[in-house]
């Protein structure tokens, strides 16, 4: 059997019924895909136009558990990340919304050095005058001077032609920035379960989105049954099932609790990651 491993979880296959075996170690890096040709980058392009227009979209179980790894595996590349909440003025529609959001973050690409971040859009729920409004949740790598950002993303929506319903409508919570220690893996997780995995709502926009040095980490490696024996030793499987079904090529799944003592044997994780951060900075 191979192993397929991210933080927090472990997939077991068997690899001599089914020839399912890794061509890399590492894997889930946008480094990976195949480019595609000028041709087919524009057909994907104007399809993508077509849709943003047809139909609705929602972030689906595979891209949730897609972002849960890029921002584990952000967050163990840096120090500290910051926690940023976008909300507007007024109602606004999916596709203002993310038109803003976009000249935000081009914005601040120009006043930062090396911005990196990852956003997913939310419906407000607490908010009777605005019920069901889209607003942002970003995870970023920079330290903000809140009264410049606040101003700025306020005068954004202003230039936007997204009014206050009163002219001294500036609440501060429009711009909220709280500070994230990457030491305390569980405390990001639960920002991810809370305004992530737990996030079914439809919009008429694109739902999700990231750096490219963000989209560039790898997210899984692949091992034998020896490293997930290490966990079964400090006791760390905090759920395990396995899978009866002989038509389905994963045959085991641990939950792996992440803590001092398991967070080192993703060790060669991390390092492929800062390699790859570090690689792209020179």
């Known amino acids: 059997m191979i192993v397929k491993n991210t933080y927090g979880v472990s997939v077991a296959f ?25 041709s087919k980058k524009l057909k994907a392009k104007k399809k993508e136009s077509k849709d943003r227009v047809r139909k609705e979209r929602t972030l689906s179980r595979r891209s949730k558990q897609k972002i849960r790894k890029k921002i584990t595996c952000f967050s163990r590349t840096q120090k500290r990340l910051s926690f ?20 935000f973050i081009d914005n601040v690409k120009k006043r930062s ?10 419906r407000q729920t607490k908010n009777d005058e605005f019920n ?3 607003h942002f949740h970003m995870i970023t790598n920079k330290y903000w001077k809140i009264e410049k950002w606040w101003n700025y993303w306020l005068s954004l929506q202003l ?35 809370k305004y992530v995995t737990k996030n079914n709502a439809k919009f008429k926009c694109q739902v999700w989105n990231c750096s490219r040095k963000v989209s560039e980490l790898y997210t899984d490696f692949y091992t ?3 490293f997930t024996d290490q966990f079964k030793r400090l006791n760390a499987v905090t759920k395990e099932i396995t899978n009866s079904d002989r038509n389905n090529p994963v045959i085991d799944v641990k939950m792996i609790d992440l803590n001092r003592n398991t967070l ?16 792209k900075n020179e």
């Open 14 to 38: 068997s690899v001599a019924k089914y020839g399912i075996a890794p061509k890399n170690e590492f894997t889930g890096s946008a480094l990976q895909r195949k480019k595609q040709e000028p």
């Open 84 to 103: 940023v909440t976008l909300t507007f003025l007024n109602k606004v529609s999916d596709e203002e919304a993310v038109n803003v959001l976009r000249k």
């Open 113 to 122: 050095d090396d911005f990196q971040y990852l956003w997913v859009v939310e």
């Open 132 to 134: 069901g409004n889209p």
């Open 159 to 193: 230039k936007n032609n997204i009014l206050p319903r009163d002219k001294n409508f500036k609440p501060s919570s429009a711009f909220d920035v709280r500070q994230l220690n990457t030491n305390n893996i569980k405390r990001i997780s639960s920002y991810v379960t």
């Open 224 to 226: 034998s049954t020896e």
């Open 264 to 279: 080192p044997l993703y060790k060669r994780l991390d390092d492929k990651n800062i390699n790859t951060l570090k690689n």
